[in-house]
Nanobody, 125 residues
Framework: QVQFVESGGALVQPGGSLRLSCAAS????????IGWFRQAPGKEREGVSC????????FYADSVKGRFTISRDSAKNQVYLQINSLKTEDTGLYYC??????????????????WGQGTQVAVSS
């Protein structure tokens, strides 16, 4: 059974850092593109970052470039999102998923399978 379990979300102050983890089961992360998405209160879900299946491409939304770093640990079958210099607008529920497309310039909103429970990130002073 394909499953994602996201963790690492927390309440942090602006300027702080978090590392989100995405534990995958039922498939190997190196065989699929893996993306991080977020949904802020009252807004649509948006893609923030992805890593291609071969690891050769990463994508970052303009709003997170220079602050977010995606990485993958195939041995642990996990994908991570390091978030630095957090801003209040980073608040939201963060999900990982398998997007249909991930290139250095594109992260598709369409995914294989379904969404997980997500992990909550709240940025507030």
């Amino acid at each position: 059974q394909v499953q994602f379990v996201e963790s690492g979300g927390a309440l942090v102050q602006p300027g702080g850092s978090l590392r989100l983890s995405c534990a995958a089961s039922g498939f190997r992360v190196e065989n699929y593109h893996i993306g991080w998405f977020r949904q802020a209160p009252g807004k649509e879900r948006e893609g923030v970052s992805c890593i291609s299946s071969n690891g050769g491409h990463t994508f970052y939304a303009d709003s997170v470039k220079g602050r977010f770093t995606i990485s993958r640990d195939s041995a642990k079958n996990q994908v991570y999102l390091q978030i630095n210099s957090l801003k209040t607008e980073d608040t939201g529920l963060y999900y990982c998923a398998r997007p249909l497309l991930c290139t250095s310039s594109t992260l598709s909103s369409s995914i294989f399978g379904s969404w997980g429970q997500g992990t909550q990130v709240a940025v507030s002073s």
